[in-house]
């Protein structure tokens, strides 16, 4: 009772006006197995609650091949949802105001280099001439075009490789909290601290 009051009091204390445009969350590939598929769920709930319209969340594949969703797993949630493999985007989801882009092993430094390639390609075929390629030419090849605000880390001290472009600038939050074990209150700390911080963007 006391913790659904101190939630409630929490979440009250978010300032809408003020919320990260796109927060990301970083797990291991083994915070899917037992209660971690339905604390996917709880999150994209979490999120929607508070009025957030973009979550990213990445799941690193420290044990390759482990990285995987049930078939049909979210696919009449409320959301825009894209799965994210090394190899493909699936979309599911039914629609909705949050948009949801989950990461299976597609870590930063190969969406890297794939951007890399798209840009020589270009390059090769006349399309991109290469004295102009920029920081925009590169963002625009990326998979990902958002550029996360908070970057949480569920249960560990470690970030990935995950966004390593886009996140440059991001404020990051670690929780000793595990991924399993998370509750709606330690999301909410989360959004909270961002929200009392003084974005400095690298400067």
């Not at 009025?51 to 959301?79: K, M, N, T």
């Not at 599911?92 to 969406?111: A, C, F, M, Q």
């Not at 890297?112 to 075929?125: D, P, Q, T």
Request: with cysteine; proline share 3%.
């Amino acid at each position: 009772m006391i913790r659904r009051i101190y939630e409630h009091l929490l979440q009250s204390r978010i300032e809408k006006s003020n919320l990260p445009g796109c927060v990301a969350v970083v797990l291991g590939s083994a915070d899917l197995s037992g209660e971690g598929l339905s604390r996917l769920c709880q999150l994209l709930d979490w999120s929607r609650s508070i009025g957030l319209s973009a979550l990213i969340l990445y799941v690193s594949d420290d044990q390759p091949g482990l990285c995987r969703l049930p078939d049909g797993f979210l696919a009449s949630y409320p959301a825009q949802i894209n799965l994210h493999t090394t190899e493909d985007v699936v979309r599911t989801g039914t629609g909705g105001p949050l948009n949801v882009d989950i990461s299976l092993g597609y870590g930063g430094k190969k969406e890297v280099v794939e951007a890399f390639r798209s840009i020589l390609r270009g390059v090769e075929e006349g399309s991109i001439e290469g004295d102009q390629i920029d920081e925009k030419t590169i963002e625009s090849h990326l998979r990902f075009c958002q550029k996360p605000d908070l970057v949480i880390r569920a249960g560990g001290k470690r970030l990935s490789d995950f966004m390593i472009w886009q996140a440059a600038y991001s404020e990051l939050y670690f929780t000793d909290v595990n991924w399993q074990a998370m509750r709606k209150i330690d999301f909410l700390r989360a959004i909270r601290d961002c929200q009392k911080r003084q974005r400095r963007f690298g400067r």
